[in-house]
């Protein structure tokens, strides 16, 4: 393992504004070699007017080196800020690297910025790196205009990076073959490409990309939970993330509507927390459930959220790659019920998952959970072992090595 002090451009395209997976995988990352004595300077897209107090001022306040990048446009639904690789752009980031000396430009995302971030560090001969954090991109379309959105999102990738994206069968949509090929064609042009799981890993190897580093997330130190010694009644579980279909909200929520047709009064109740699109559906369907909407919470409160349940659901399937939630989750010391068999890290050990991700087989496992909470409590008396894969100082060994171990470009 590398023992060198790295000065690191770490680069992310979408809002701090708000903390979804990545930003907070992002978000730790800085920190965590930042605490290891890494020098390293946030890239990303000025904060809003709406939220001047957000992620970009904790980390000025904590001491953090910021570069931020104004866009006048931000693409509603995925909170993307429009920034284009232009090369007045280059040129000021140029500038900001070389006056931090940089020699390692880390990217954490695949448009505008990044695209830029790239250049700019392939230029000084210093290392590339790029984070993957979905390459699973799932995109709605009606029927009919597949071939039509492909086709615009590749003229839009173009417009924004300044170079077209491969045109690699990786998805039997085309829209999210497109998408995923926006994340392959900048892939191809860093020195190595780092995949917080196994599974995501193998289909960027599958994909063309020849050297792909597994490093799963690891969050920041802070308050972690005490296993559980009884579940219940009533059987808490929490459900956390966006409100959107990739999710699979509403398929949740039937389960949930039909374990409480089956199971007694009472005995179990289910928060969820994220915000997004289907939360009008989910609060219809979820009418006369035990079934609470708490919107958006800060992370320290979604954090002390999980303590105070029993259990953690991450039902997405065939979608995500890492989820932060599992290594939350397990800093919580509490078990994960799941519908993936892809998602291995952390839950091989203490993870409970449903025999198929329709609502079926997720309602009969919630009622053999809420009948007999014993393998809830198992699974929390497992989270310690289960965390040990997402160890901070591990995250920046096995990080640092990847940057040790890159020749540039």
């Known amino acids: ?12 395209d979408y809002s701090l504004d708000y903390l979804g997976g990545a930003q907070s995988a992002f978000l730790d990352e800085a920190r965590l070699l930042r605490e290891r004595g890494h020098e390293v300077v946030i890239v990303a897209p000025a904060a809003g007017r709406a939220n001047p107090a957000g992620a970009l001022a904790t980390w000025r306040a904590e001491g953090g080196d910021v570069v931020t990048i104004p866009a006048r446009v931000t693409l509603p639904g995925v909170q993307l800020p429009v920034i284009r690789n232009t090369q007045r752009l280059r040129d000021d980031l140029a500038t900001q690297f070389a006056a931090r000396d940089i020699d390692v430009v880390h990217v954490h ?8 971030a790239v250049s700019v560090g392939r230029s000084r001969g210093a290392r590339t790196v790029q984070t993957v954090h979905t390459f699973f991109w799932q995109a709605e379309v009606a029927r009919g205009l597949g071939n039509a959105s492909a086709a615009a999102v590749r003229a ?32 191809l042009r860093v020195d190595v490409v780092v995949s917080p799981s196994a599974h995501q890993a193998e289909r960027l190897r599958e994909a063309g990309l020849p050297v792909v580093r597994v490093v799963p997330n690891a969050v920041t130190p802070g308050p972690v939970g005490e296993p559980l010694r009884e579940a219940g009644p009533p059987l808490r579980i929490l459900w956390v993330g966006r409100l959107v279909p990739e999710k699979r909200l509403i398929e949740w929520i039937d389960a949930v509507v039909q374990t409480a047709a089956a199971v007694n009064p009472g005995s179990f109740e289910v928060e969820i927390v994220g915000e997004g699109p289907l939360r009008g ?4 369907r ?5 079934v609470r909407f708490l919107g958006r919470l800060p992370r320290e409160q979604v954090q002390e959220r999980m303590r105070a349940a029993h259990l953690v659901a991450l039902t997405s399937f065939g979608f995500d790659n890492q989820p932060v939630t599992i290594v939350e989750a397990l800093e919580a010391r509490r078990g994960i ?38 393998r ?31 020749a540039p470009c």
């Open 281 to 284: 559906a989910a609060e219809q």
């Open 286 to 290: 979820a009418a006369n459930a035990p």
């Open 156 to 187: 839009f990738a173009r417009w924004l990076r300044g170079f077209p994206s491969t045109h690699v069968d990786l998805a039997q949509a085309p829209l999210d073959s497109a998408l995923r090929n926006l994340t392959l064609s900048l892939a």
């Open 337 to 374: 019920f799941y519908v993936d068999p892809a998602l291995t890290e952390g839950t091989e050990v203490a993870g409970l998952r449903a025999s198929g991700p329709d609502v079926r087989s997720m309602s009969e496992l919630l009622v053999s959970l809420v009948r007999d909470p014993r």
């Open 109 to 116: 995302s695949e448009f505008g910025l990044s695209a830029a």
């Open 1 to 12: 393992m590398s023992a060198r002090v790295w000065r690191v451009a770490l680069v992310c």
């Open 376 to 406: 809830v409590v198992e699974a929390s008396s497992r989270a310690a072992e289960a965390a040990r894969e997402f160890d901070p100082v591990l995250h920046v060994a096995r990080i640092t090595d990847a940057y040790a171990t890159t």
